[in-house]
């Protein structure tokens, strides 16, 4: 994958998928396909960085399967089959979701539109031979925020295994400060201000298969082998 289709707001990302959406109906409605079977405005689900057995074994091919193909799809395609009764074209997925997190009757389209995003945004923030130590400017904040990465990794930890129920744990920055959050359900930190460098899924599908209900040994492994840091750094860049 490119450096510049994981940019941290994917707007860009985005707007490329928008914009072959758009390419794809055009062409369907000069093969004389019917037009709508293609929303000029539809979200494609963008591609898993790297094959489904790429983290095993702290996340099994099997796992990503189901997490990707299944729960990631289907969180697309809901957004999409909502936004064809919305007047929202032209807006980035993460314009959409934190437009619908305003309204309290687009509870709907703020849960898929931002689960889409989290799980795009998680797959990214993970890689083969992750972990370790992070760099630069973000290693520096790790160390004036926290004290140093080993209480930040603790601090995620904390976040990520008390979250009661479903939701994500997440790295973001926060008055210029990194804090280590969490969310229920869809949640994410930009509804509250805050700019998310990482993601963790603590929902339960991203870790039964594997571990059952020890959430904190996923937790653990992830942090330890899987954290991309410079997808991390890239994003507190942007
Ligand atoms: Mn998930």
């Known amino acids: 994958m490119q450096s510049d289709q994981t940019s941290p707001n994917l707007s860009r990302r985005e707007f490329v998928a928008a914009t072959a959406a758009a390419g794809l109906l055009s062409m369907a409605g000069s093969l004389g396909f019917a037009k709508d079977t293609l929303a000029a405005e539809a979200f494609a689900m963008p591609p898993l960085p790297y094959p489904d057995n790429a983290l095993e074994p702290v996340i099994s ?84 925020s926290f004290g140093g990465l080993e209480n930040c990794l603790k601090a995620l930890t904390e976040a990520a295994v008390t979250q009661f129920g479903s939701g994500w744990a997440w790295l973001a ?48 492994a992830v942090l330890e082998k899987l954290v991309n840091w410079e997808f991390a750094a890239k994003n507190l860049e942007a």
């Not at 210029?176 to 963790?200: D, F």
């Open 61 to 144: 091919a099997n796992t990503i399967s189901f997490h990707y193909s299944k729960h990631t799809k289907l969180y697309y395609d809901n957004t999409n089959k909502i936004l064809e009764t919305k007047p929202m074209a032209g807006m980035t997925l993460e314009k959409v979701f934190l437009e619908a997190a305003k309204d309290a009757a687009a509870m709907a389209l703020f849960n898929n539109a931002a689960q889409a995003w989290n799980h795009t945004f998680y797959w990214n923030g993970l890689k083969a031979g992750g972990g370790g130590e992070p760099k630069g400017k973000l290693a520096e904040m790790i160390h004036e």
């Open 173 to 220: 920055v926060e008055g210029g400060k990194l804090a280590a959050v969490k969310t229920g359900n869809a949640g994410n930190p930009m509804t509250n201000g805050q700019k998310p460098l990482l993601a963790i899924d603590v929902w339960e599908h991203a870790y039964y298969l594997d571990y059952q209900n020890r959430r904190a040994d996923y937790v653990k």
